[in-house]
């Protein structure tokens, strides 16, 4: 559609031409004009007569506006849409120190499609993947960005009137920082700062005053959750038992003082005061049984911003006592919610649904005015981060509606990135919540994963699937090979190559879902010509197929992060293809009669008893270092 504007500032104009393609625009003088006024209020997109109108506050509300345009125009109809925006801030951080550390195009690309939606901030979770000159060792061989590359990424966000926000660790979640010889004497734990050690804030110092550099925006999160063995570690040896809050307290107080001489608006999460201040901390991430007392309160530093994260809420009432009790703090607290993407190979869509929905909703009815999403990588980040657009237009939707239905979010996602995309990326929950998961995978089961890396001689988790799944499991993958390759076929770079994954972990575990407990069964029956044609026609073909999908893995990797990272997945199907070797070699040694038994086949196969199974037989959630052995792999 050839367009000319009216009214754009130059940096307007760059960004119009960077989102040209994308929404399928041609800037032209002889195009169909469309007016740009700049005011005060609510967006407002029309179109009569011929002549287009967009109404915007902040540049961020042009780029939404500019998207329902060509949304409601391609209609070819008369319209008028006005929206009010519900928050001052909402975006949000994409988790790049987890192995996976997204290359600048490819934020870039998230940030034109973030600006269409109509989200204006970007926080990139940076533990030590970022570069602190003094420090060649910090983020040694881990991807870290350069100064360079954050500004031009800093530079391209605001072109779009989206905020960039430095997001670092002060305290805890810092083991690859904190694994180096300089590091020896400020940790508490391995992965703790060591508080009240005056080489420990030089340390500090230094991360924060290179993070200031990076970004324009003056705010910065400096982190500071799950530090739960703070102070019982070297602290305990050195010092002797202090109360825990105390040591809190201190050391925000001595962090903050940086922010504030470095001229810089700070936030943290907030969980450590919960779980510091529960009466009967029993392990719940929010306790509402913290002692909020006006005396506790009056201990906690001034002038930081508390930020609440709650990935498992699914009642309203829930999010709303929570966000009742951070006022406490004395200002409104920011809301992170959560895309689930995180110690799976595919995102969790039912869970992200039916937390995201009542959270944003109660953020609404509190008047909060800041909320972001997370999109977190743990456990080698085998889940690429493009899956996680569908959840970015929920976040955008409920920033801009009142109610949001899945119907309405196809056709925003379609309209902010050209693309099909929703139903089938929604759709990839199904890799974990198949037959014997509970719907909505609450969970967080990821039997894609177990099934895939699991010993076909050890089966840890073949103690979970009856003889009923037996028969379903691989026909169900075997069903969605064929929907993934269908989707891969209608696909554009890289979206066909992220189904093409997809398409090969399917077909892989098709095979191998329960390849195992007929590999048990044959031997327990002594059926050593069923034993035989394993090893000759299914191990082979699996090994193939496997090393298909790790060639289908590593080339979408490599489109969306650096390479380094990459080696950890390398390991881990190498270790697989070498198991499927040794199970050939071990069940051919007994059919042959060098061994009178196999003792991995003789155990009984139980079930993977480390966090319980509630209701559903395969609602389990295991990571990669217990999935592969019951041994240890350090």
Not at 170 to 186: E, F, N
Not at 324 to 351: C, Q, R, T, V
Not at 487 to 503: H, I, Q, R, V, W
């Amino acid at each position: 559609m050839k367009l000319y504007f009216k009214g754009l500032t130059s940096s307007m104009v760059q960004g119009v031409a960077q989102l040209a393609d994308m929404l399928g625009v041609q800037i032209d003088p002889d195009g169909l004009v469309i007016e740009v006024i700049q005011e005060e209020g609510p967006l407002r997109v029309s179109y009569n007569g011929g002549q287009g109108v967009i109404h915007y506050q902040n540049k961020i509300h042009f780029y939404r506006a500019l998207g329902l345009f060509m949304e409601h125009a391609k209609a070819g109809d008369s319209f008028e849409v006005t929206e009010q925006p519900r928050f001052d801030f909402n975006g949000t951080m994409l988790d790049v120190s987890r192995n996976g550390v997204m290359r600048v195009n490819t934020i870039k690309q998230f940030i034109r499609y973030m600006a269409v939606m109509g989200l204006n901030g970007l926080m990139m979770y940076t533990e030590d993947t970022y570069e602190i000159e003094e420090l060649p060792y910090f983020g040694y061989m881990r991807g870290r960005y350069t100064m360079e590359e954050l500004r031009e990424l800093d530079d391209y966000a605001d072109m779009f009137g989206i905020e960039m926000i430095a997001c670092i660790q002060t305290l805890g979640h810092l083991h690859h920082a904190l694994k180096w010889d300089y590091a020896g004497q400020i940790k508490d734990h391995h992965d703790i700062l060591l508080p009240g050690e005056p080489k420990t804030y030089e340390f500090i110092e230094q991360m924060i005053t290179t993070a200031a550099k990076t970004f324009r925006s003056k705010r910065i999160h400096i982190g500071m959750d799950e530090a739960f063995q703070v102070g019982l570690g070297r602290y305990l040896r050195e010092h002797g038992f202090r109360d825990r809050f105390e040591i809190m307290n201190d050391h925000v107080g001595k962090v903050l003082a940086m922010t504030t001489k470095l001229g810089l608006q700070p936030m943290i999460w907030s969980d450590m005061y919960f779980n510091l201040l529960a009466n009967d901390y029993q392990g719940q991430l929010y306790n509402v049984n913290a002692d909020f007392s006006d005396d506790n309160m009056d201990q906690i530093p001034d002038g930081v911003q508390f930020v609440y994260w709650d990935y498992g809420k699914g009642d309203e009432a829930g999010y709303e006592k929570i966000y009742d009790m951070h006022l406490k703090f004395g200002s409104l607290p920011i809301f992170a919610g959560g895309i689930h993407m995180w110690n799976s190979i595919a995102p969790n869509y039912g869970k992200t649904w039916t937390t995201s929905n009542p959270a944003l909703r109660a953020a609404k009815n509190k008047g909060l005015k800041e909320v972001f999403s997370t999109a977190w990588g743990d456990n080698g980040n085998e889940t690429n981060h493009y899956v996680i657009l569908a959840g970015l237009q929920l976040f955008a939707e409920h920033g801009y509606g009142d109610e949001v239905d899945d119907e309405r979010l196809g056709q925003r996602l379609k309209a902010c990135t050209g693309l099909d995309l929703f139903d089938p990326l929604v759709s990839l929950k199904y890799m974990d919540e198949i037959p014997g998961v509970d719907e909505g995978n609450h969970w967080m089961a990821n039997p894609s994963k177990f099934l895939l890396w699991q010993d076909l001689m050890m089966g840890l988790f073949d103690g979970h699937i009856d003889e009923d799944n037996e028969k379903v499991i691989p026909r169900y993958y075997a069903d969605l090979e064929q929907k993934w390759r269908s989707y891969k076929e209608s696909m554009p770079a890289p979206f066909d190559s992220l189904f093409e994954t997809y398409e090969n972990l399917a077909g892989v575990l098709a095979l191998k879902s329960t390849l195992g407990i007929r590999i048990k069964r044959s031997y327990d029956e002594r059926k050593r010509d069923e034993l035989t044609n394993i090893v000759n026609t299914e191990l082979p073909e699996l090994h193939r197929q496997v090393e298909a999908l790790r060639v289908a893995h590593r080339r979408m990797w490599m489109i969306t992060y650096k390479a380094f990272g990459w080696e950890v997945l390398d390991i881990r199907y190498g270790g697989l293809m070498a198991r499927i070797q040794s199970t050939g070699d071990r069940i051919m040694d007994y059919v042959e009669g060098q061994v009178e038994e196999l003792e991995e086949l003789e155990v009984q196969r139980l079930i993977f008893d480390q966090n319980g199974v509630p209701t559903a037989p395969l609602n389990v959630n295991a990571s990669y270092q217990v999935i592969v052995t019951a041994g240890s792999l350090t």
